[in-house]
């Protein structure tokens, strides 16, 4: 495989491919894009100096994500969404108390408007009412609300245009959690970090005292990837290994038992994992055969094993095989499998599973209408996804214009954000 860094065009095997967005080279490390657009094959890759090319250095036949830091163009937060532009500009829309959409007022939108002063991002991340960008000179910026300090910048006043989190460089992923005031972002050398409420221990430093600029998680190394909840937070170790730490009082840390942790513990009878995501006061895993599994609070059915039964260690989600991505927002849960269908189960008040009715699922339903999908994001009451035509859909509560369609309209199965600029592939 042969890319030019900036350029959406790879060669693989001799055949010219287009990629969803270009190769970008943050620090010394390559991030490639998710999937391969027109090709049916994943791979690990390697960024190799001496001639400027990524090259495989694993092949999985069959798959359709290819291995990556992790590049979110979509994220959903309380009532509001974010997508990055192909151009790398961000655009939000729907609830604006905060000043989360970015636009410098704290008016609701609609329909999407352009997040100021930012430009060149590569990820984006929202938590219950703030909003995190990395740019691609490893860089992150915060905006919104911002009482506990998650925007990062050492004060704890709203901001509704971007600042940059102070002390933070060679950032490779970044996340908001589904909580109202916490962000944890992972380094390039594997460390974790974390700012913002800390009540439950969720920055993971020993302490419960809430930080207005970043600390390191203790006893957290060789990273790969990390997730937010409500009040607890997640790390992916290149072992494939799941850590936790945080609120514990519904077992969404996965050890067993409901004690808090004010530092990483490891989750009981995970391996081989190479997805997480975080919810409110749950986890859910994906492993390296496309099975998903979760724990924690099941009030809704978010497990997706048939039952309401909170758990304490980790459960096979029913039905669920194939699957190349997860997200877990509010009570609903998602997934996107290798054919680009997505399947939803959990809390289902708002229409936000996308099965055309409003009765919650204790296992995953396929959300009606949609094929060919890339990515996908879950705010608290709605859910968004992204075609591989670039286009941009959403289904569940739309009280602020959070679906982006121009009205304030619930949707129970999906409808097209409005005004949108180019989004890829």
């Known amino acids: 495989m042969k890319l030019v860094l900036g350029s959406k065009q790879a060669t693989v095997n001799g055949k010219t491919v287009t990629l969803t967005a270009a190769a970008a080279n943050v620090n010394g490390r390559i991030l490639v894009p998710l999937r391969f657009v027109g090709e049916s094959f994943g791979a690990e890759v390697a960024w190799k100096q001496e001639t400027q090319t990524v090259v495989i250095i694993g092949r999985r036949e069959g798959a359709s994500e290819v291995a990556s830091p992790g590049l979110p163009l979509l994220a959903a937060g309380g009532g509001y969404s974010v997508a990055i532009a192909a151009d790398g500009t961000v655009w939000a829309w729907g609830r604006n108390h905060y000043g989360q959409l970015g636009d410098g007022t704290t ?26 960008a990395l740019r691609r000179d490893g860089t992150v910026w915060a905006w919104g609300n911002n009482d506990w300090g998650g925007l990062g910048d050492g004060t704890r006043t709203d901001r509704s245009t971007p600042v940059e989190v102070q002390g933070m460089a060679d950032v490779v992923a970044i996340d908001g959690g589904s909580g109202y005031g916490y962000t944890v972002a992972l380094r390039r050398d594997g460390t974790v970090w974390a700012w913002g409420d800390n009540e439950y221990g969720q920055l993971g430093d020993g302490t419960d005292r809430d930080r207005s600029t970043p600390v390191q998680v203790q006893g957290m190394a060789d990273v790969v990837a990390i997730a937010g909840g409500s009040s607890h937070t997640l790390a992916l170790r290149r072992d494939g290994t799941v850590w936790a730490w945080g609120y514990n009082g519904h077992g969404e840390l996965g050890d067993g038992t409901t004690t808090d942790r004010l530092t990483p513990v490891q989750v009981q009878g995970m391996a081989d994992v190479v997805a997480i995501a975080g919810g409110s006061g749950r986890t859910i895993a994906l492993r390296r055969d496309g099975t998903v599994w979760a724990w924690g609070y099941n009030y809704y059915g978010q497990l997706g094993d048939g039952t309401t039964t909170r758990r304490l260690t980790p459960v096979q989600v029913q039905g669920m095989s194939d699957v190349v991505a997860i997200a877990g927002p509010f009570w609903h849960t998602i997934a996107l499998r290798r054919d680009g269908t997505v399947w939803a189960w959990g809390d289902n008040e708002d229409g936000q599973v996308g099965d055309g009715t409003t009765t919650d699922r204790l296992t995953p339903v396929q959300v009606q209408g949609l094929t060919d999908v890339v990515a996908i994001a879950g705010g608290l009451e709605h859910t968004m996804a992204l075609g591989r035509d670039g286009t941009v859909w959403a289904w569940g509560n739309n009280q602020y214009g959070q679906l982006g369609d121009g009205t304030t309209t619930d949707r129970l199965t999906p409808v097209r954000a409005q005004g949108l600029p180019d989004m890829g592939p």
């Open 107 to 132: 008016t609701h939108r609609l329909t999407p408007v352009q997040v100021q002063g930012i430009t060149d991002v590569v990820a984006i991340a929202a938590g219950g009412a703030h909003t995190i």
